[in-house]
């Protein structure tokens, strides 16, 4: 059974489209997160979701919208795509803020804008 | 603001060697740091962590790191590796929790027979 799982795993679209990215946990946490990972391979945190409240915004445009359906899902909202917006998106979850806690990683979704 | 860095981006050994991927944190207060492995074609999974405590933590599947706070280091070893460790290595930081984690650039590990 997979723990985070992510949907699409590879997106290929246009720019100025609108676009998602779902996600699922089957863990029981009640912490999720968005992390995106650049060209250069760096992972930055976006977002994270605790209890259905957004915790931690970071720098990101407000062209990204986490929206959190229930505590098992964590879906980013993407309009107006960009070039600059193409990389890995990585969804992960943990069973509340605490770093004892581990983060489980969903297997990423490879984000292309043309 | 805290800061990782991974040296490396690229780590060539022969299957059996000993191997070392370094990294070193920047940060104005006590951190927490952790390694994460990535497969190819898998989300990260985490290997090992410091919290507090023994400065030497140890994974499963036999590797280890170091907390070294005078040279803000959490190296991570592996006395003898195997062609399946092969993979994308990621050292992480956190101040605390609400922060999420932050990350370095990763090393691939490359396993040579």
């Known amino acids: 059974d997979t723990a985070v799982s992510q949907t699409p795993k590879y997106l290929v679209t246009q720019m100025g489209n609108d676009k998602s990215i779902k996600c699922e946990q089957n863990?029981?946490?009640?912490?999720m997160y968005w992390y995106k990972q650049d060209s250069k391979k760096f992972l930055k945190i976006m977002f994270s979701?605790?209890?259905?409240?957004?915790?931690i915004n970071e720098t990101v445009p407000n062209r990204f919208s986490p929206k959190s359906p229930d505590k098992a899902h964590l879906n980013l909202h993407i309009n107006s795509l960009e070039l600059g917006d193409s990389a890995v998106y990585f969804c992960?979850?943990?069973?509340?803020?605490?770093?004892?806690?581990?983060?489980?990683f969903g297997p990423g979704t490879r984000l292309t804008v043309l | 603001a805290q800061s990782v860095t991974q040296l490396d981006s690229q780590v060539p050994v022969f299957e059996e060697a000993p191997v070392e991927l370094r990294c070193n944190y920047s940060?104005?207060?006590?951190?927490?740091l952790f390694w994460y492995v990535q497969y190819p074609n898998q989300g990260l999974q985490l290997l090992l962590k410091?919290?507090?405590?023994?400065?030497l933590v140890e994974s499963i599947n036999g590797f280890e790191a170091e907390f070294n706070k005078s040279q803000t280091s959490f190296h991570l070893r592996k006395p003898s590796v195997h062609i399946s460790d092969t993979a994308e290595y990621f050292c992480?930081?956190?101040?605390?929790?609400?922060?999420?984690?932050?990350f370095g650039k990763g090393t691939h590990l490359i396993i040579q027979p």
């Open positions: 992960a979850s943990s069973q509340g803020l605490d770093l004892w806690n581990e983060q489980f």
């Open positions: 863990l029981g946490h009640d912490t």
């Open positions: 979701y605790n209890n259905k409240e957004l915790i």
């Open positions: 940060s104005s207060v006590s951190v927490y």
């Open positions: 410091y919290l507090s405590g023994s400065t």
């Open positions: 992480a930081v956190s101040e605390s929790g609400a922060d999420g984690l932050t």
